[in-house]
């Protein structure tokens, strides 16, 4: 059974661009999570996707969003790219209310922003 | 709020050596997980263990062994004779049981213990 999957694994922008990160999740689970590892700062929540509905957000600014298509993948997008987004991407899937919350990790998205 | 305290930066042990990694949580719920992740160097991170919190049963898994404590708020991870395989960032994190009722939602991570160990 195939992982959870992203793409790329590696981004580099330039400050004020726009990055785009995608993720998808084990077959058969609906939720997925996307986390910030910056340097120094281990890993922080973002957002959180179940059933196509954002249920719950991390302390981050409005120009991180996403999205959760029908088939359950999704998107993250970070608008105005500023140099301390520079991070390593994480992204977890977890089954339909999952009573344990185990959530599987991806490779992550290496983003370097210039 | 939930909180997970590593306060453990750094640890270098030589192989063969036992070293126990300490995590100490904060919640208000009576309901919560938690876990140990280990991140390698390539960063995907691998899934150690969960425990609920009305589970206080310690566990051992091969040379990895698991210590939690509500009493202390504390659920430390210990690995006995240590190898160079083992060198990896560790993390534990907190999970609080909210939507819908019983199920959980994000993780609360601590800031990580990277465990060093050489020959």
């Known amino acids: 059974e195939a992982g959870v999957t992203q793409s790329p694994t590696h981004l580099i922008k330039t400050r004020g661009q726009q990055a785009t990160l995608r993720c998808s999740p084990i077959s058969g689970h609906t939720s997925v999570y996307w986390y910030q590892q910056a340097l120094g700062l281990g890993l922080q929540f973002l957002l959180w996707y179940d059933e196509g509905e954002e249920r719950n957000r991390g302390n981050f600014p409005p120009r991180f969003s996403g999205r959760q298509f029908p088939n359950y993948s999704s998107e993250l997008n970070v608008n105005a790219l500023e140099l301390e987004d520079s991070a390593l991407y994480l992204c977890a899937s977890s089954l339909p209310r999952a009573t344990d919350n185990e959530q599987f990790f991806g490779p992550g998205t290496r983003l370097t922003v210039l | 709020a939930q909180k997970v305290t590593q306060a453990q930066t750094e640890i270098s042990v030589v192989e063969k050596e036992d070293v126990t990694l300490d995590c100490v949580y904060e919640?208000?719920?009576?309901?919560?997980?938690l876990f140990w992740y280990k991140q390698p160097p390539s960063g995907e991170l691998v899934f150690l263990i969960r425990r609920n919190s009305f589970d206080e049963q310690n566990e051992i898994s091969g040379r990895y062994s698991w210590n939690f404590q509500k009493s202390t708020s504390s659920f430390n991870f210990t690995i006995t004779a240590s190898q160079v395989v083992d060198s990896a960032v560790y993390f534990c994190?907190?999970?609080?049981?909210?939507?819908?009722?019983?199920?959980?939602?994000?993780?609360?991570f601590g800031t990580g213990t990277r465990l060093q160990v050489t020959l």
């Open positions: 919640t208000r719920d009576t309901t919560y997980y």
């Open positions: 994190a907190l999970s609080e049981a909210t939507y819908p009722a019983g199920t959980a939602s994000k993780l609360t």
